[in-house]
């Protein structure tokens, strides 16, 4: 699914954000990246969304190198990934219902379908009732859980979530974690950036850990403690 | 239920993206583009005061070129009317006996360009010229008639044109028995330059106002493009191409072209319907009948279709320049 090989990102002002980094997601995986602010896990998932390019290395996502792809393919590759912000990047002057099916509407699907598909992925995420809603009347809770609904509402084969739970508080971090899980045993890779070990040390997944952009460690994060 | 069972279904397998057929591509962007372009419409009036300014700033900008063309279209027409000559004037020999003034006459109402032909004697014209001047008594001193006897031709209103008329004048002054062809045309290309310079005068400020169109629909679409920053943002984050993103502004653009070309439209009519009693008065002082003509369909249907092209044109200036430059951060 994702294959980093020797990559590396340094930004302007020669910072190394990524040095070297190598690493395998496969099909269906799902893991937990994790290190303190400013390890690189945020670099990290940019690279892999095209919102960066790397300095060197090469990055394959689905069997395609993307570490030079023309610019204009860029939005067709990303609707193959779903992403999930902590700050939920929702469009708050559209409804719920609106912005889950914003992918929906750029690929071209009829308004019945957008709508029949949006409120699955609400019931998905437990949001049934707030369709109508404007995000900035939910939860700190609910407007992640419509992020969600919308990154898996084309059901990408990968999910990548920046501090999904960043904002929240540890009962709703675990409800939100438990949707990924089930969101991964219908086949979607997952990769959780988090720095939030306490989260990570509860469930049983691997975990990528980066400490000044380098891939400091690749296991469970039980088998380490213990 | 079921459908969400369907759902279900589609993720359990393997994680694929459902693709939507060629067809339905075709027909989501057709759909897609009148959407946008109805929905572009609704967003202008969700700031009513500043699309309002916007769209008569373009009106005013636009209906100053519009006026200009209908009033000029006007004053050619009045131009036309006196483009040639109404009246040519033949002063004869002054040896020309008066049965030979009678074949010349005769002859030159057998012109297919000649409508009528009137004969002034020397001695009427004498008379005429003690009616009007003030010398009448000074002229009786005199020991013979000094004026010619005038034949005054009439042209066919065909011949009355600049070119028409030429050709009679030439025509006429190779008759026997004229001394003088007179036509009074100087005063008719004194105006025509006039009106020549006032037509690269409108022009150029037409030019200037035009590109101040553009300029006003830029930056507006520039404005609504920067406030709308994080929007745009997002709409690349979950996979809309550029040529997506920009269609609504291409549209609001070509929006507020149409509608500021409506507005010039009004503005243009309101001033040429205001000038109409005063143009016609004025002309009733020369016992003329003109009646100023408006914009005709088609000159409507070009003001709508030159202002919309300039909002579009503005707008994705703006698009090229600023929008493709917004990247997710």
Redesign the interface.
Known sequence: MILFEEVSKIYAGNHGALKQVDFHLKQGEMAFLTGHSGSGKSTLLKLISLMERPTTGRIVLNGNDISNIKGNDIPYLRRHIGMIFQDHRLLMNRSVLENVGLPLLIEGYSRYEIKRRSLAALEKVGLMGKEDCAPIHLSGGEQQRVGIARAIINQPPLLLADEPTGNLDPKLSLEILSLFESLNEFGMSVLIATHDLGLIAKMRYRTLTLKDGEMINDGLMRERNG | MA??ME??K?????????K?SFL??VS??I??HFQQAFSSFSELWKTPFATLMTIFVLGLALSLPSAFHVLYKNAERVTGQWDGASEISLFLKKDISEPRVQVLINKLALYNDIDSVTYISRHQALEEFKEMSSFSKALNYLDENPLPAVLVVVPTKEAMNSAGSKLLVAKLEREQGIDLVRVDVDWIEKLQAILSLLVDIVIAIAVLLLISVLLIVSNTIRLNILSQR??I??????????S?IQRPYLYVGAWYGLLGGVIAWLLTFAMVTWLQSGVMSLMGLYQLQFEISLMSFNEVMTLFGVATGLGFVASYVSVKQYLVKI???
């Open positions: 459908n969400q759902d279900k589609v993720l359990s397998g393997s994680p694929r993206i459902t939507v339905g591509r989501a962007v759909r897609q994080d929007e943002e997002v709409l690349k984050l979950v996979g809309a191409t550029n997506f990247e997710p951060k």
